[in-house]
Nanobody, 124 residues
């Protein structure tokens, strides 16, 4: 079993920054992807950014390219999402998730473990 715990969400004005953290504990895997999903009210949950743990391949949704950066600390089993130049459209619940395997996949159905989510609200 894997447990994922997110932190770092909050209320921020447009143009500001936040850094989300996700700490993994429990079972380990040889190859996996960790990603950040966002769910806004009334909308589907979609992948914002992801990174493969071993190779460091990354994915960013078009809406966040150039503003967000995903990184990882292998020793601490922690993944971060640095969010800069935040916009009201970035508002939502951000979930950390883990996909076991070698491929970086974007659909939430592939992800095996999920955190509780952390709320990010960006005001105009």
């Amino acid at each position: 079993q894997v447990q994922l715990v997110e932190s770092g969400g909050g209320l921020v004005q447009a143009g500001g920054s936040l850094r989300l953290s996700c700490v993994a504990s429990g079972r380990t895997f040889g190859s996996y992807t960790m990603g950040w999903f966002r769910q806004a009210p009334g909308k589907e949950r979609t992948l914002v950014a992801a990174v493969t743990w071993s190779g460091g391949r990354t994915y960013y949704a078009d809406s966040v390219k150039g503003r967000f950066a995903i990184s990882r600390d292998n020793a601490q089993r922690t993944v971060y999402l640095q969010m800069n130049s935040l916009e009201p459209e970035d508002t939502g619940v951000y979930y950390c998730a883990l996909d076991v395997g070698t491929l970086l996949r974007t659909a939430e159905s592939h992800y095996d473990y999920w955190g509780q989510g952390t709320q990010v609200t960006v005001s105009s």
